[in-house]
């Protein structure tokens, strides 16, 4: 989402007034208490036009923070409350959009806020310009270029515990998009001195301390240097710890920049090196020693120190120890040597020392300079800051050359501030066309032409003093002041030749006084001509240029004989003003932009607010001057777009929106409210109001007119806010009660349909059994009818029934009465004829019906349709008994007849066989029944299938009766042999049973009986004919289990053959005929053992005995 844009103003909730041209009414007074008031809110910074007035808060505020940068990145000066970011932000615009270099001037005194603010410029510049791992780099340098500058240059004073002891301008420079390509940086008059001597409660460079404290041992002992502060000369020592700083620390800081910035491994270490020759310088002490010739002379004390300078540094020892006992003038080719006494080989010691450890500055300068420098040569945009230290105004008459050339250089920045401010101020009107009126303003130009105008300024004095031949002293440039200046307006001493300073016991004698722009200043002229020549002997800058150590060397290069120069070195005063000179060309070039840096108190403390200090501040800053100039003509002025839109609700055209031009607008406006002419004048873009008394009666009406305009939003807000509450009520409220009586109709509905249903059904009952009663009623009136109807036709039937009754009983006693008349009448009548046949007729006919009945009922109880059922009925009359009998016969023959009907030829054959078998042998053989179920089949052995027999069967051409094995029994022993007993129609064979050779044959003729038992076996004797060819052999004696069908079978073939009778003798006993003999067959009850087998036996000659079982 895009960020809103909110119109604001510097005007907007400000604490006293953010802008001093502003103040009214203006005076000292009220300008401190405008301080004080934004200063006790943390309002640190207050303008001045364009110009930031900066009050150090001796504490972090949260004012710096990204988001900070963020609020004043791209917006007006004027739009937020002041703040360094906003100078630097529209510094940083103009760079970069409208192509003007910068130059961002930062004043004030020791302890202001200086350094601080220009590292805020370069941080707020640093955040804001473009990204990129290039410019990032070149960013980080230039920021890392100020830990190193400050470890160098920075000590702690009673003033300030972080005080620059040099002045620094930078030119951040940068391309055309605003993005960094580098920097340079210029040094001012580094505080020297402070090396080998520091005030009271003061320290030495802050390097020295963090050298011995952060510095590894092996580090130490390289540099031939020890951890005790107390070792060294130089260092002072009652306030060699600072709170809350911690030197080790920020010795790895300052190693750590310096390989950001881009020192090499070595320069750091050399530049290590020379810190420490200058803190071991300091030890070395001398003591007088006479010479014959009756002159001082110095020697070293101990001579250890000066030999581990030597090993340090590279110095032959002996020359430097010279360069410490001589010096040597030349002077027209002519060397004069002459020996030092004490103080002055102190004087030289601490020269040498001063002289190193500022020329090793300068050099460390010179090398960041080389690192940050633009790579590229396109043409840059440059913005300068400059740090320098403000006026200063030492108490006592303390102020001494030094502060001399440090007021001198912010009298030139006064000078360029001045004509700058006005500059801006005139081309302003030019632009805007508005009439240019003459301000009346100091200009200082004759406070600076009396320090460095070239013929008789004081500088250029102390130069002509300092290389006057004869004795020189500061007394005798005093007195020349005396002389040269005495006339000058601002120029004030006690021995001038202008009387009016005689009586002035506030000037002392060896001093004069200058009144600055920013007030009287009182100089000690003590030092003056020492500090100006900056005097170094020249065999000490020689022993220096012969040093092996290749940084020294550098920085020595007058040292070198072959570049001898008898020239004297330029003066301190003119090297400075020729450098204040460069300073301020350069900075005429540029936009300036001013920082003035105020000091709340000296206590370093937060929150107090020395109004004398402050007020002593303001008065050499010369900030009430500032605001005059500034608002000489018109005190405030602002285009007209946001004028017409801060100020449009105070005229009815304009509010809320005007439609023309912006100018014409603000005309209206400024009509409507009736503000006289001569307070205001229209620009080409902005309008110029005179006075701040008319400004704030606009804010006043504005502030007035907002708290209606509030009053009337907040009466609207709160009438819609109701009204939309009270209609989203309404719309609520409605829709409830729609749900609501929805509800209650349903529920009603409900009610309504449950009761119809009750009433329904009440009223459906009571129809129904007012139905059911009617129906009852009328059914119960049919029932009724009906019973009457059969009631009465009953009684209507059994009267008809009665009287029918009645009339039959009539009738019949009619009949009856006929019946018996007609009875009588025919009996009588046949009485005679009946009496002679009637007892036959009734006797035929009773037995008729009897027998018929008998018939009926036999037909009934017949027995079954088997031969062999016994049953029939019992007889029913005695009389019928022989019917009965002959009944039952006939009905056994005729079922007997039928059962035969049913047989086949073959099955008759059969029957008739089986009957001429039980003829023959029933109840005469005791084999005979277990015959009955055997069915006879005759061939037994089938001598057509079996190839064995195929020739026995060829043999035989006649049907075959009988084909079976029987035993023949021996005639000899009883035993048996088997033998194939074949009967056909005529004969009677028997055959070898393993062969088929037929052994006998006897023709049916020749048999003529057979003989066996009555028992149970199967022996059986067939006798021959006696004389007949086969009988020859003797009768036959077999066993066989058909025993029955064969003596049947041979029984029927013989009679149907022979039409005779076979003899079949039953008997225990028979004789059979063996040969000649007849042996006698016994069949006898054998026992058990045997098995159910009979057995033969021979008993004698005659005698053939068979058990039976
Ligand atoms: N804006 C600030 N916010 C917080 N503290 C500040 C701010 N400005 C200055 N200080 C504090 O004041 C001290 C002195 O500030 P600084 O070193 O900038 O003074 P200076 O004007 O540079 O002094 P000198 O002339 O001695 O170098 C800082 O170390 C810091 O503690
Ligand atoms: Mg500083």
């Known amino acids: 989402m895009a960020k809103m844009e909110v119109k604001t103003s510097l ?4 604490i006293g007034v953010g802008d001093m041209v502003l103040l009214e009414p203006l005076n000292e007074e009220t300008f401190i208490n405008n301080l004080k008031k934004r200063f006790d809110h943390n309002e640190i910074y207050t303008y001045i036009g364009s110009v930031v007035v900066s009050v150090n808060p001796y504490r972090s ?60 410029v370069m941080s707020y510049v640093a955040a804001v310009c473009g990204k990129g791992a290039e410019v990032n780099q070149v960013k980080e340098q230039l920021l890392q270029s100020n830990p190193v500058l400050e470890a160098f240059g920075n000590a702690k004073t009673v003033r300030n515990d972080n005080s620059s002891r040099f002045g620094k301008y930078m030119d951040i420079e940068f391309d055309f998009k605003g993005d ?69 620390a920020n010795f790895r800081t300052v190693r750590n920049a310096m390989q950001i910035v881009g020192f090499m491994d070595h320069e750091a270490e050399s530049v290590l090196e020379v810190v420490a020759a200058v803190l071991k310088l300091g030890n070395i002490e001398f003591k007088p020693e006479s010479r014959v010739n009756g002159l001082d002379e110095s020697k070293i004390k101990d001579k250890n120190e000066l030999k ?13 120890e010279r360069a410490f006992s001589f010096r040597t003038v030349e002077a027209k080719q002519e060397k004069v040597s002459t020996t030092l006494n004490v103080a002055q080989a102190y004087y030289a010691r601490d020269a040498l020392a001063k002289n190193l450890y500022s020329r090793l500055f300068s050099w460390l300068v010179n090398r960041i300079n080389e690192s940050i420098k633009a790579q590229t040569k396109v043409r840059k945009k440059v913005m300068g800051v400059l740090d320098i230290y403000g006026f200063e105004i030492f108490e006592n008459a303390d102020n001494s050359f030094e502060q001399f050339i440090i007021n001198y250089c912010n009298e030139k920045l006064q000078q360029i501030f001045i004509e700058l401010t006005l500059k801006e101020e005139q081309e302003e009107y030019i632009r805007e066309d508005i009439e240019w009126t003459h301000i009346d303003y100091f200009n200082n130009a004759i406070i600076c032409d009396l320090i460095e105008n070239n013929t008789n300024g004081i500088l250029a004095m102390l130069d002509e003093e300092c290389l006057r031949p004869g004795t020189v002293t500061d007394e005798t440039f005093l007195e020349k002041l005396n002389q040269v200046c005495a006339t000058h307006q601002h120029f004030e001493s006690r021995m001038s030749k ?7 016991t506030s000037l002392p004698h060896s001093c004069f006084r200058i009144q600055h722009y920013a007030g009287k200043v009182l100089y000690q002229v003590e030092g003056f001509v020492d500090k100006n020549n900056d005097l170094l002997y020249r065999d000490l800058s020689q022993a220096m240029w012969k040093a092996g150590h290749t940084l020294i060397k550098s920085l020595f290069p007058e040292g070198n004989p072959a570049k001898i120069n008898l020239k004297r070195p330029p003066t301190a005063g003119s090297q400075f003003k020729a450098s204040v000179a460069t300073l301020m060309k350069n900075l005429q070039t540029k936009n300036p932009n001013y920082i003035r840096c105020i000091k709340p108190n000296d206590k370093k403390a937060a929150h107090i607010f020395n109004e004398a200090l402050v007020c002593h501040q303001i008065r050499y800053l010369g900030l009430l001057e500032n605001v005059r100039v500034r608002r000489a003509g018109y005190a405030f002025r602002q285009a007209y777009e946001p004028c017409l839109e801060r100020y449009k609700m105070l005229c009815k055209q304009t509010w809320p929106h005007w439609k023309g031009l912006a100018r014409a607008g603000v005309e209206v406006l400024f009509n409507e409210l009736e503000i006289p002419v001569e307070e205001y004048s229209f620009g080409r873009s902005k309008i110029f109001i005179r006075n701040p008394r008319t400004l704030f009666k606009l804010e006043d009406l504005r502030k007035q007119r907002l708290e209606d305009l509030a009053t009337l939003i907040q009466k609207i807000y709160r009438g819609w806010k109701c009204r939309t509450h009270f209609l989203l009520m309404r719309k609520s409220q409605i829709v409830i009660a729609a749900w609501y009586r929805r509800y209650a109709q349903q529920k009603r509905y409900q009610q309504i349909k449950s009761s119809a249903l009750v009433i329904q059904s009440y009223i459906r009952g009571w129809k129904a059994r007012k139905i059911l009663r009617e129906l009852k009623h009328q059914k119960r009136c049919e029932e009724a009818a009906t019973t009457i109807a059969a009631y009465w036709h009953g009684t209507q039937a059994r009267r008809e029934l009665s009287r029918l009754k009645e009339e039959a009983r009539n009738k019949h006693a009619i009949a009856v009465i006929w019946a018996y008349w007609l009875g009588s009448k ?33 037909k009934t109880k017949m027995p079954s349709l088997s031969p062999i059922d016994k049953n029939w009925p019992s007889r029913p009359y005695l009389f019928l008994d022989s019917t009965h009998k002959e009944l039952k016969r006939i009905f056994h023959l005729w079922r007997c007849k039928k059962y035969r009907d049913q047989f086949t030829d073959q099955k008759k054959l059969i029957y008739e066989e089986k009957l001429e078998a039980s003829e023959l042998f029933k109840d005469k053989k005791a084999l005979y029944p277990s015959s009955v179920g055997q069915p006879f089949q005759g061939a037994y052995l089938e001598i057509n299938k079996n190839p064995k027999y195929k020739k026995l069967k060829d043999a035989i051409e006649e049907k075959i009766i009988i084909a079976e094995v029987v035993n023949k029994i021996n005639r000899a022993n009883g035993k048996s042999t088997s033998r194939i007993f074949l009967l056909t129609n005529n ?23 057979v003989s066996m038992s009555s028992q149970n076996d199967g022996f059986f004797a067939i006798h021959l004919k006696e004389g007949s060819e086969a009988a020859s052999k003797g009768d036959f004696l077999f066993s066989s289990d058909h025993l029955i069908e064969m003596a049947t079978k041979l029984y029927r073939t013989t009679l149907s053959q022979t039409q005779q009778k076979l003899n079949i003798e039953i008997s225990d006993e028979f004789l059979v005929q063996f040969r000649q003999d007849k042996v006698c067959v016994k069949f006898i009850q054998g026992s058990q053992k045997n098995g159910s087998v009979p057995t033969c036996k021979r008993k004698n000659n005659r005698l053939l005995e068979v058990a039976v079982p």
């Open 308 to 320: 581990e300078i030597c090993e340090l540094t590279g110095i032959d020892q002996s020359v430097l």
């Open 987 to 1009: 004969n009677l064979l028997l055959a070898d049973q393993k062969s088929g050779q037929i052994k006998s044959e006897v023709p049916l003729v020749d048999v003529t009986k």
């Open 11 to 14: 005007l907007d909730n400000m």
């Open 180 to 248: 960094p390509l580098g920097g340079v940086i210029s040094n001012y008059l580094l505080e020297k001195s402070r090396v080998v001597k520091q005030p009271r409660g003061e320290r030495n460079f802050h390097v020295f301390y963090q050298l011995l404290s952060g510095a590894s041992e092996e580090l130490l002992n390289k540099l031939k240097l020890e951890r005790d502060f107390s070792r060294y000369n130089y260092l002072s020592l009652d306030s060699a710890r600072v709170n809350g700083v911690d030197d080790a």
């Open 498 to 504: 202008c009387s009016r300073f005689l009586n002035d």
């Open 61 to 120: 505020l949260p004012i710096y923070s990204p988001e900070k940068v963020e609020d004043y990145r791209n917006r007006n000066f004027y739009e937020l409350s002041p703040h360094i970011f906003a100078l630097s932000d529209e510094a940083y615009r103009s760079l970069r959009d409208q192509d003007k270099d910068q130059c961002i001037l930062i004043t004030g005194e020791s302890g202001a806020g200086k350094t601080e603010a220009s590292k805020l």
């Open 826 to 858: 025919v009996r009588r009548e046949y009485r005679k004829f009946f009496r002679a046949n009637a007892g036959k007729k009734i006797y035929e006919f009773t037995i008729q019906r009897i027998v018929q009945k008998y018939f009926l009922e036999m």
